[in-house]
């Protein structure tokens, strides 16, 4: 297994052909691996550099000025996330000790004053962000990043669904209303041996659609794993993105496209003073109440549908709050 390289500057102004090219790259992309490498992504690097450097400055601050904006409830994804509070291999029935780092999370950023985003239905998805007052450049940044990441998103999922066989738009008025989220995951040098089985991330797929990843290069970082078992470490190149299939893409596409288990590995023993990662990760997720339901193109009389039809709401609650050490309520099986 690899993780190939896809460029999609061309896509917005290519010719068909050459954006039919694009869309067959990553249609063989997600077929082989469910991780990419994205290139020609359009998103500013002086963004990037922004969040990075801000976020890294409130990774810096003292735990008991972090924690003044700590995560109110587990299934809230929201504020700050101490270590010892996430155990992502619980989201799948799993366990393990906690994960080796700390999180900063924020979810959509504008929320109209309307029912459908008030609602009972609506929670934990659109519950408010939380801000620290420093560093001040905090919040502007992540805010552009957000921004910044729901306009790669259109264009992603415009490729998805041309690389499915369907009309560009598809999937909009499944996203039109989204609940994505962006977290700055900061991954300290461990200064001890860790415990027995415990990992900087525990192995996981994500629940969401699609998730977009600022990776680093640094001993411990993203790996993922292949069909028999070994580990792969992901590219972390500059100026770049990796993009992965989450569980709930996998579904709509019937397992055509797979959501791949990865992890955050440990250290090496001789780097693990030069180890600190700090990953930034865009969670792309539908709107509560989209059904997520194969997909035409991808059944037939020799593929039945492997899914039940589902909502974001019924199929991540429960996995997300298991992982975020919540009870242990996650399925064994996808």
Not at 239 to 264: A, C, E, K, Q, Y
Request: net charge neutral; proline share 8%; aromatic share 8%.
């Amino acid at each position: 297994m690899s993780v190939p390289l896809v460029d999609i500057a061309r896509f917005a102004s290519g010719t068909q052909a050459e954006r039919r090219q694009i869309a067959a790259s990553f249609d063989a992309a997600c077929r082989d691996s469910g991780f990419l490498v994205l290139a020609g992504h359009g998103v500013p690097e002086d963004v990037q550099a922004n969040l990075y450097q801000s976020a890294k400055a409130f990774f810096e601050l003292p735990l008991a000025r972090k924690l003044e904006i700590r995560r109110v409830r587990q299934e809230q994804n929201r504020g700050y996330i101490p270590y010892g509070e996430e155990r992502l291999v619980r989201m799948h029935g799993g366990d393990s000790p906690p994960d080796f780092k700390e999180v900063f999370s924020v979810g959509p950023c504008a929320v109209p004053d309307e029912p459908y985003y008030r609602c009972e239905a609506a929670y934990p998805n659109f519950a408010p962000n939380v801000w620290p007052d420093k560093p001040r450049e905090l919040r502007p940044a992540m805010e552009r990043y957000y921004r910044e990441m729901e306009a790669l998103s259109e264009r992603l999922v415009r490729i998805c669904a041309l690389a499915l066989g369907l009309g560009e738009r598809w999937f909009e008025g499944k996203l039109d209303r989204h609940t994505s989220h962006l977290r700055a995951l900061h991954y300290p040098a461990p200064d001890r041996d860790l415990a027995p089985g415990q990992l900087r991330c525990g192995v996981h797929t994500d629940l969401g659609a699609l998730t977009v990843l600022r990776n680093e290069a640094v001993s411990g970082g993203l790996e993922v794993q292949g069909s028999d078992g070994r580990w792969l470490s992901a590219p972390a190149i500059e100026n770049t993105f990796v993009v992965n299939i989450g569980d709930l893409m996998m579904r709509w596409t019937n397992d055509r496209w797979t959501s791949t288990p990865h992890r955050v590995a440990v250290p090496q023993a001789a780097s693990r003073s030069r180890s600190r990662r700090l990953s930034i990760a865009y969670f792309l997720r539908p709107n509560y109440d989209a059904e997520i339901a194969c997909i035409p193109t991808c059944s037939g009389p020799d593929r039945p549908s492997r899914y039940v039809p589902t909502t974001l709401a019924r199929y991540s609650v429960a996995r997300f709050t298991a992982g975020a050490d919540g009870p242990n309520t996650g399925e064994k099986q996808l």
